[in-house]
């Protein structure tokens, strides 16, 4: 009967060791403290209608931004953790840490930040900013991406769950490769977690980069060709194409690693006919795509931000795109190059070892593009053109490292060790994260109506860079000493240790950097009258996002422009920009549905981990009820007739023409606040909200 | 809009990055005075054609990196907003050539690392022997990857070991990599070869051939549990005669490897120490693949025998 109602779970999965007990009780601080604040200034309602339930693209890009943000900085504590056990446990220290424990550590480390970072981001990206490109009002299909969004949520509760039920996740490596996380070799509930938070979370992926490919291609502007649309949505559509072709076999693959755990079938296994070299393939078919799908709208990025900061379009445009497509379709087919060394012989190596290469030419062909736009530009040094610099030295020496591990013969050496492991940090450091900070930074003053602290900013930049060179060129040098990845444990002897060390020093350096770029978000919002963006293009911008206001009305346009060529509003403003005329709009309606589906697949999941099988039965029904009841919902849309649509924007061009005023008013000469100043504001602010009881006005307003 | 009034500040951090850069390799190099760089120290034929190889695709890498990276750098720097000398030209007209140029660049480099790449990859495949190398008689080393140790069968020595390999230099030797209820492990000694994975009911060839006398570091480098990081080993190479003096150590050792022992062995342990056996079990290897060829009809056929086939195109049919 208790097996029946709850499976295998019992009160030994309750926390009980020092770390599960701490992260429990964390998480449960944060909550609690994030719905004591909601609820003492009365903003349930407002969150339901405003935030939870909307299908407005733009709030749940700032939704994913700030579920983002929460887990960059779990992924990193994990970092530093990993960093820290390697520096200290030499010879007769074992260090803070098991074996097991940190393993496990470096698990989540690497599903958290490409999955739960990295995704979160870019998809925060592509859901502000696409849309606006293009000059949608909405998506191709609304309710799509909310639920996307929603199962990358329920993802991010199941990959912390552990410290609450089972404390322990997967100690097998971010693609937990079979036969080590088959049931005989991790016959405990971490790899389930493991499963469960990649398998929902990337059923979301797929659901919306579905609706983004549809959005994309149905949904542009009139006049807007594909030969016309700005680089950062190509790069968007190709990596939502990547997505949608190979999510579906990771979640093939995660069924079948499922299958074996569960029910005991035999696709992975060692024994009885299963083949764990299978595993092996269908995994990085997925995993190496996946890094491509984060890394070309960073490309995209990159370029919108090279042609506005040189003030020029961007140089051959179509090489550039052909560049993105390039790179796509070739790393489609590259997969085997992270398992030469399983043994596939001359030719198979040789084959994949060459498509390795080709991926260098289209990459190079993006680079020239790159450089070329700056040749004769007027080139203005923001802090999103210091991310796009800042990217290239540290991709370049990706790229290289990754032309030396393509060539098989000299991966036997390279594979799985450090160096192996500073490359892909510099692409997906160099190459993913820097774009999301060089994006973030170039579209807040459109997200957020003013921009950010460009002094602050710097500081946050250098401390990353610094960082970066302190942490990954000793783990370069590791890799070429002959250091496995992963250890946990090793002997002075081997002359690593100074360098390990040198590792923990650069990932504090990093982290200060974050907390640099979290002051920069506070500092900007505490002068954002002076940083204020009444234009709606702060940047003499190119493309169509800043056509709209900033922040843009919940239906982006009030007239869709209609597009000639490109940098479409960079051409609109020396031709002089429209008067609007109002027409009635047609939005889609909120919904909840999305919610509710993520819940019951959390559910599922957290059924399956501890085999209760009536509520993962119960769970299934519920979600495949849910789907049906949406179905047949037929109101989901509402129109906004013209009159209203000129109500709210004679009323927001008397704000921002108001906000100009007082913009104008507050404005002076000096530089954005620095450090200290930040530091002496916040204080004498602590202090006065200290002194006056100012949070009992807080809730009235 | 941000505008810069000091144009000397946008110039300055080339100075810092330079000096930075320096002492960080000036640090490295400190740290690095006694140091044993594994990959740049080869001790045998396989792990210096491995080192020339990296070399030559850095070598032809930094052909076009060194220019892209100093025109990327040197634009940013020359095309800046305060250098008023500075050619503005907005409409972003480029010369019919360019694109021709961007393309045509890097397809050109990518002919050369392919046309390095294929020759490479045929010769240095690990399951090639060595015979072009050495005309010596090859010595063949069966290897079980175990949790967390390396047991080493010597056939025709009818000796074992765990976690201590002796071979004799100038002699190719052939590594017969396989695993027993361990996952996947990776057997790597830098010094001598690159890596190649052991896995259960595979048998994998890894070809080596060291030249200098010396022991050198071996481990997994694919993780594979809790004893990941213990699982190392010290590989030995010496003259002939060494090598035939330890076989003959180890044969008259009262430690026996049999079925018995070996199931023993097979128990999890962490941090092996070295052990050293007589062994009298013959075809312990080829039973250790042969469990796990399961119920196919088509399983590993003769044991022992054409494992020199690719091991993934061996696997036997009906897998997929």
Not at chain 1, 45 to 56: M, R
Not at chain 1, 145 to 163: E, R
Not at chain 1, 339 to 348: E, I, L, Q, S
Not at chain 1, 478 to 495: E, F, K, Q, V
């Amino acid at each position: 009967m208790k097996e029946f109602l709850i499976g295998r779970l019992d009160t030994n999965a309750l926390p009980h060791d020092i770390f599960m007990i701490l992260g429990s009780l964390s998480f449960i601080f944060l909550g609690l403290g994030i719905v004591a604040i909601i609820t003492y200034l009365r903003r349930w309602k407002w969150l339901w209608n405003e935030w939870l339930t909307s299908v407005d693209p733009k709030k749940i890009g700032i939704m994913y931004f700030i579920a983002g943000g929460f887990m960059l900085a779990r992924g990193g504590l994990d970092a530093l953790m990993v960093w820290l056990q390697q520096a200290i446990s030499v010879d007769g220290s074992q260090g803070y840490l098991s074996a097991d424990h940190f393993q496990q550590i470096f698990t989540a480390h690497g599903n958290i930040m490409v999955f739960f970072v990295a995704m979160a981001f870019i998809f925060g990206l592509i859901n502000y900013i696409v849309p606006l490109q293009i000059g949608a009002r909405d998506l191709a299909s609304p309710f799509l991406n909310t639920l996307g969004f929603w199962l990358y949520i329920a993802g991010v509760l199941m990959v912390n769950m552990f410290f609450f039920a089972g404390g322990e996740y997967a100690a097998t490596g971010w693609l937990a490769v079979a036969p080590l996380s088959g049931i005989e070799f991790s016959p405990y509930v971490g790899v389930d977690y493991w499963i469960w938070s990649l398998q929902i979370s990337g059923i979301g992926t797929t659901l919306g980069a579905i609706n983004f490919i549809m959005t994309i291609l149905k949904m542009r502007a009139p006049g807007m060709t594909l030969w016309k649309m700005p680089l950062f949505t190509w790069g968007s559509l190709l990596s939502m194409i990547m997505a949608v072709t190979v999510f579906p076999l990771l979640t093939a693959t995660l069924f079948l690693l499922f299958f074996d755990r569960y029910f005991g079938t035999h696709f992975f296994t060692t024994t009885l006919g299963g083949d764990p070299m299978l595993y092996t393939n269908l995994i990085w078919m997925w995993g190496h795509p996946e890094v491509y799908i984060l890394v070309i709208p960073a490309y995209g990025v990159f370029s919108e931000i090279v042609s506005t900061f040189s003030r020029k379009p961007i140089a051959s445009y179509r090489s550039n795109v052909l560049g993105m497509i390039g790179v796509a379709a070739f790393a489609l087919s590259v997969w085997l190059h992270h398992f030469f060394t399983m043994g596939a012989g001359a030719n198979v190596n040789g084959f994949f070892g060459i498509m390795t290469i080709a991926i260098a030419i289209p990459t190079t062909v993006l680079v020239f593009s790159w450089i070329a736009t700056m040749y004769k530009g007027r080139i203005r040094f923001t802090t999103p053109m210091l991310w796009f610099l800042g990217f290239l030295g540290i991709f370049a020496l990706g790229g290289i490292s990754g032309v030396m591990l393509g060539f098989p013969p000299a991966d036997f050496q390279l594979h799985n060790s450090l160096f192996l492991v500073a490359h892909f940090h510099s692409n997906v450091i160099g190459g993913v994260l820097f774009g999301i900070f060089a994006g973030l930074n170039f579209w807040f003053p459109k997200i957020a109506g003013f921009r950010l602290n460009e002094k602050i900013g710097r500081y946050a930049f250098w401390c990353w860079i610094i960082g970066f060179c302190l942490s990954f060129i000793p783990m370069y040098i590791l890799g070429i000493m002959g250091a496995t990845r992963r250890l946990d444990h090793y002997d002075s002897s081997t002359g690593w240790q100074p360098f390990y060390i040198m590792m923990l020093v650069g990932g504090i350096v990093i982290a200060i950097g974050v907390a640099l770029q979290v002051v920069q978000i506070i500092a900007s919002a505490i002068e954002k009258n002076r940083l204020r963006d009444t234009t709606g293009d702060p940047w003499d911008g190119r493309s169509l996002e800043w056509a709209s206001a900033s922040p843009p009305p919940f239906y982006n346009f009030t007239v869709i422009p209609t597009v000639t060529t490109r940098d479409a509003h960079y051409e609109a403003k020396r031709q002089g920009l429209l008067k609007p005329a109002y027409e009635d709009i047609t939005m889609p309606r909120n919904t909840a549905a999305g919610i509710y589906i993520s819940i019951f697949a959390f559910l599922a999941g957290f059924a399956f981990v501890w085999h209760i099988n009536w509520l993962a039965i119960v769970s299934i029904i519920a979600i495949i009820v849910c789907v049906i009841v949406r179905t047949f919902n037929d109101d989901t849309e509402y129109t906004i007739p013209a009159a209203e649509i000129e109500k709210l924007e004679v009323a927001r061009l008397k704000k921002d023409t108001a906000a100009a005023a007082r913009t104008a008013k507050v404005a002076h000469p000096d530089e954005d606040m620095g450090l200290w100043q930040f530091i002496k504001i916040v204080a004498i602010w602590a202090l006065d909200v200290i002194k006056h009881k100012r949070w009992q006005t807080w809730k009235h307003q | 809009m941000k505008k810069h009034k000091n144009p000397a500040r946008e110039s300055r951090p080339i100075w810092y990055i330079a000096l930075g850069l320096l002492g960080l390799g000036l640090l490295i190099a400190y740290l690095l005075r006694d140091a044993d760089v594994a990959l740049l120290n080869p001790k045998g034929y396989i792990a210096q054609q491995q080192l020339n190889l990296m070399l030559v695709s850095l070598v032809i890498m930094l052909v076009i990196a060194v220019p892209a990276l100093f025109l990327f750098y040197f634009f940013a720097w020359k095309y800046r907003e305060t250098n008023e000398k500075a050619t503005y030209d907005p409409t972003g007209r480029q010369s019919k050539y360019f694109v021709f140029g961007i393309w045509a660049f890097p397809i050109i480099i990518a002919i050369v690392l392919a046309g390095v790449m294929w020759p490479a990859t045929q010769k240095l495949e690990p399951t090639d022997n060595l015979a072009y190398v050495s005309d010596a008689e090859p010595v063949t080393i069966q290897v079980v990857a175990m949790r967390w140790k390396w047991l080493f069968i010597y056939p025709e020595q009818n000796i074992a070991s765990v976690n201590f390999v002796q071979i004799p230099t100038n002699t190719p030797v052939k590594f017969e990599l396989t695993a027993d209820e361990s996952p996947m492990s990776s057997f790597w000694i830098p010094h001598l070869s690159g890596q190649l994975y052991a896995m259960t009911g595979h048998a994998n060839h890894l070809n080596i051939l060291a030249d200098t006398p010396g022991d050198y570091p071996g481990s997994s480098a694919e993780i594979n549990g809790a004893g990941f990081a213990g699982m190392k080993f010290i590989a030995r190479a010496g003259s002939q005669a060494d090598f035939d003096r330890w076989v003959h150590d180890v044969q008259v050792a009262t430690a026996e490897l049999d079925s018995t022992q070996y199931q023993k062995l097979l128990k999890p342990t962490e941090n092996h120490p070295a052990e050293f056996y007589a062994l009298t079990e013959s075809g312990l290897y080829d039973k250790v693949l042969m469990k796990y060829s399961g119920s196919h009809e088509h399983s590993a056929g003769e044991p022992g025998e054409n494992k020199d086939a690719h091991s993934m195109s061996e696997k036997p049919k009906g897998h997929e």
